[in-house]
């Protein structure tokens, strides 16, 4: 059976090296066939104007904890983490992002989410979201292990070795460095996104040096 075939056209087209001013992309259900220029529409099963629209290839998105801030919308308030999952998959296929990879990150019991025990939860809901057919986009596990955190070396590779993590990458968010070159700065961070006091904050500080 011959694939269907579709054709956008009448807009600039950006195919990731160069800009046509105006063009056309030719695609079916297998990928791209090619890329024209001008309001090339020939020998097409349909053909939509995009009226100016600019036509790009997907973004892709490697460092995100938009999933984290849709479970929690605002401190100590909980979406169901399916339905946050389904709810961020379509605004992102919105927004032109094709391939996303969550950022999850393996803390040692930190406030709200954080913690290798939900951490591998969001992992194999993600897993399972992006092998259903309810998933608009290319889904990818981005694993963020927190140096302070001896505990989750052992469930990251485990979920490795199960092939459910796609990157890892090792982070360092203890104050006096990196993000946060002060105490200060590390407290404002965490009472601006958490509701928590001094003395939780100074506990959780003492744990990661």
């Known amino acids: 059976m011959k694939e269907k075939t579709i054709c956008l056209y009448g807009g600039p087209v950006f195919d990731g090296e160069q800009l046509l001013e105006r063009g056309a992309i030719i695609f079916d259900e297998q990928g791209i066939k090619s890329i024209e220029a001008g309001d090339y529409k020939k020998g097409v099963d349909s053909a939509i104007d995009v009226k100016g629209k600019l036509i790009a290839p997907g973004l892709v998105d490697l460092h995100s904890d938009a999933l984290e801030k849709c479970i929690e919308i605002r401190p100590g308030v909980y979406f169901d983490t399916e339905f946050a999952l389904q709810n961020l998959d379509?605004?992102?296929?919105?927004?032109?992002?094709?391939?996303?990879?969550?950022?999850?990150?393996?803390?040692?019991?930190?406030?709200?989410?954080?913690?290798?025990?939900?951490?591998?939860?969001?992992?194999?809901?993600?897993?399972?979201?992006?092998?259903?057919?309810?998933?608009?986009?290319?889904?990818?596990?981005?694993?963020?292990?927190?140096?302070?955190?001896?505990?989750?070396?052992?469930?990251?590779?485990?979920?490795?070795?199960?092939?459910?993590?796609?990157?890892?990458?090792?982070?360092?968010?203890?104050?006096?460095?990196?993000?946060?070159?002060?105490?200060e700065a590390y407290a404002a961070y965490q009472t601006g996104v958490h509701k928590v006091t001094p003395e939780q904050i100074a506990a959780l500080v003492e744990r990661k040096v």
């Open 90 to 183: 379509r605004r992102l296929a919105l927004c032109g992002i094709t391939t996303f990879c969550h950022a999850i990150s393996f803390a040692e019991d930190e406030f709200g989410l954080r913690s290798p025990r939900k951490a591998e939860e969001l992992v194999r809901l993600v897993h399972k979201f992006k092998n259903s057919n309810r998933a608009s986009i290319h889904h990818l596990v981005h694993a963020r292990f927190e140096i302070s955190n001896f505990g989750a070396e052992s469930v990251i590779f485990r979920l490795i070795r199960e092939d459910l993590i796609d990157m890892v990458s090792l982070m360092d968010h203890t104050p006096g460095q990196g993000q946060f070159k002060t105490f």
